[in-house]
């Protein structure tokens, strides 16, 4: 919504020049800010405010929309000396539509198509609960797709493969800001959003931007939400990692790092010696499969 607090959150963060003002609709234009933490920055855009209707094409709504559906990560921004809760309800409401959905669904599909006689191959490490990789084939094959990689996370269902097929929707993982805690009335109106929101799914950060309360707390934040994890890769014989780690998703193994750092490392790796806190000692010799945690320091083997 507008007059929330989006351009002072983007200015206290990142020091990024955005207007301030208690105007309607100020900011008409994205606007961009680099957030640091630890070693990495998060670019932060604020997006002109996102109004009711949007998803029918009001105001800048699909460009904004657009600007959501391709980011890594949203944060909503709820002001508590107005009507927080409505405001959260009409954004979600404007991002489902648009088919960006902010709460995790219980399983997720994605079916990669490929090139070449292959066939399907399921990964991502779901289950499928109402039917076997048989019958996922047969149900690709009548849509003529005999070549794919069919990417499942937690409880899949034949009939989310099939939708899967058609339709956008795409989640997003999402934070809640709720600002102005200084104003009258912000307590107990934070206290009906807390009633409200499951915070196991969309975390709830109240902070004011004028008095500077629970600012410290977001770029924490943010980093649990996308998920991601720092390495810091080495050369064999040196003593130091490089100080710039390379960022990659939770979960990724020696041989996905391998990949983003260089496409040699990964045609003729070997194996890795890793430090830090996903080895069981100091310079552990592992394969291809293991899978790296945030902190890692790694040196691969060709
Ligand atoms: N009381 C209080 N007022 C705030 C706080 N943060 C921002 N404001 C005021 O809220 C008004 C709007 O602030 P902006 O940062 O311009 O809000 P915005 O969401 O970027 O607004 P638009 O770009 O116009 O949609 C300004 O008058 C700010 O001074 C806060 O923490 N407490
Ligand atoms: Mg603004």
């Known amino acids: 919504p507008t007059n929330v607090g989006k351009s002072s959150l983007l200015t206290s963060l990142t020091g990024a020049k955005a207007e301030i003002s208690q105007v309607d609709v100020t900011t008409r234009r994205p606007t961009v800010g680099m957030l640091p933490y630890k070693d990495i920055q998060f670019q932060l855009v604020e997006a002109p405010a996102l109004v009711e209707g949007a998803s029918d094409g009001r105001m800048e709504g699909p460009q904004i929309l657009g600007l959501a559906r391709n980011s890594d990560g949203l944060i909503l921004m709820v002001d508590l000396s107005g009507d927080p809760l409505r405001d959260f ?3 979600r409401s404007e991002l489902e539509r648009a088919g960006i959905m902010i709460e995790k669904p219980e399983g997720e599909v994605e079916v990669i198509r490929r090139s070449g006689g292959a066939g399907v191959q399921m ?3 779901g289950t499928l609960v109402d039917c076997t990789l048989d019958d996922v084939r047969r149900l690709l094959s009548n849509y003529r797709i005999n070549s794919a990689l069919v990417k499942i996370r937690g409880k899949v269902t034949l ?3 099939e939708e899967s097929l058609f339709s956008s929707l795409t989640f997003k993982p999402t934070i809640l800001i709720a600002n102005k805690l200084d104003a009258p009335g912000a307590p107990e109106n934070l206290a009906r959003l807390r009633e409200a929101i499951d915070e196991d799914k969309i975390p ?3 902070v004011s931007c004028n008095r500077r309360i629970g600012l410290e707390d977001i770029g924490h ?8 994890i720092r390495v810091y890769a080495k050369e064999p014989g040196e003593k130091k990692p490089s100080p710039k780690p390379l960022v990659i998703e939770e979960g990724s193994t020696v041989i996905e790092a391998a990949k983003k750092l260089h496409s040699k490392l990964y045609r003729e790796f070997k194996y890795a010696r890793i430090w830090g ?3 069981k000692y100091p310079g552990q010799r592992v394969g291809s499969n293991h899978i790296l945690m945030d902190g890692d320091i790694i040196e691969i083997r060709l």
């Open 89 to 91: 309800n009409m954004l």
């Open 123 to 125: 990964i991502g490490g």
């Open 159 to 161: 009939d989310m493969i």
């Open 204 to 206: 709830l950060i109240p």
């Open 221 to 228: 934040q943010i980093f649990r939400m996308l998920r991601i």
């Open 277 to 279: 806190p996903s080895a």
